[in-house]
């Protein structure tokens, strides 16, 4: 290899890294973009941009994936729903006549603030330690009437560790919702 050709290829190496470079910041601005347009979004509908166009395929097919259901029994044995769990997603649906709120506590300081977002947090964390890819991180939808919630969807659910912590965390949220709610009456 002649002198030239070294000189060509060193210089193809430097414009293909400085490439590569500005393809990850890119990257990274378009990754942080979207976050802040789903937190923009979930202020208004607890669903991320990307997930309401994919909500009606969703629909259709998740029935067809889950591969067991659990319902949803409080201490004293009322059904309080039912929870699906499918390959890496889980499809929480509450007792339809329960007409459990978004707004009852401790359903978002707690459910959605500190179990979701803290799983969601962590999964982050480890992208940016590069031990998962980003696709790879916990996410949810709330899909509700008005604000009464229809069913809760979380994707990127691997760990049989978090299955059972969600399913805890549910029964224990919707019984306390329920208590709220009878006070409230």
Known sequence: MSEEDV???AELKKDLEEKIMK???ELMLLKTSLKLVDEALAKVSFKPASKI???GIEKKTFEETYEEVFQIKSKSGEDLGNIYVGKNIIKIVPREDLKLSIKTSPFQSF???RVLEKMKKKDEEEVARKKKSPDE????TIET???LIKEIIIRNVKDETRIREIRS???WTFERMLEKMSKTT
């Open 137 to 140: 991180v916990i996410d949810y």
């Open 111 to 113: 459910f959605i603030e």
């Open 7 to 9: 000189k060509i290829l």
């Open 145 to 147: 009437d008005g604000d």
């Open 53 to 55: 166009v994919e909500e």
């Open 169 to 171: 965390v549910v029964r």
């Open 23 to 25: 393809m990850e910041k």
